[in-house]
């Protein structure tokens, strides 16, 4: 009896490890709103980026938006290193960051010490 007990705390607390390294890895993309000829998808930041993963469409004009909610040194700057973006995002309440969509692909963003991650789909 006192085994099956122990396998079943042991399964719940490796069910709980799981969900804590992985379950943020579920979390729902945002997707873009399209809007006539552009699109625009929202991030807010504050602890982190939500959502961290953004989906934008292939072949329509993209926009990521930051919208500053953070009063951290840390998240300040939004680094794309792929697009050579670094901004200041403590300029204005929201900084538009204008993403190339001619092709498919993953553009990683993080913040200024690369500690915090996310990163725009174009599909
Ligand atoms: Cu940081």
Known sequence: M???????????????????????????????????????????????????????KKGVPGKVKFDMQDSTACLSHVVFDKLGVNEDLTKRPVTTVDIPTDQAGEYDFACGMDMFHGKVIVK
């Open 2 to 56: 006192g085994q099956i007990l122990a396998v079943v705390i042991g399964l719940v607390l490796i069910g709980a490890i799981l969900w804590w390294f992985f379950g943020k890895h579920t979390e729902a993309a945002g997707n873009a709103t399209i809007n006539g000829n552009t699109q625009a998808a929202t991030v807010v930041v504050k602890g982190g980026y939500s959502p961290s993963t953004v989906v934008l």
